[in-house]
């Protein structure tokens, strides 16, 4: 079975942008503040959580993907737009179906 997919995130930094307390976020979210506390404290996090984390707040989430060429990449649904595509990411297309 393959590794579940992680992320390092700083939960901290959304909610205070969204000046939000843990309370708060927590009854958003429909967890435990203590639960949510426990969340903020931890480094990594499987990305189906963020997500509904994310989402619980009121936000969205995108992951953008870098290529060794540059172009940013948004991936997921709810991006809201197809990102425009440098003939490097084409040709990275290109080799991975090979």
């Given amino acids: 079975m393959p590794p579940t997919p992680t992320a390092t995130v700083d939960l ?8 939000l307390t843990q309370v708060e976020a927590a009854a958003r979210i429909g967890i435990t503040q203590a639960y949510y506390s426990m969340l903020e404290r931890r480094a990594n996090h499987r990305t189906a959580t963020i997500r509904r984390i994310v989402e619980g707040l009121g936000c969205t989430l995108h992951i953008i993907a870098t290529t060794p060429a ?29």
């Fill in 12 to 19: 901290r930094v959304l909610r205070t942008a969204l000046g």
């Fill in 70 to 98: 540059g172009d940013r990449v948004v991936l997921g649904p709810g991006s809201g737009h197809t990102p425009r595509m440098s003939a490097n990411v084409t040709r990275l297309r290109r080799q991975v179906r090979r």
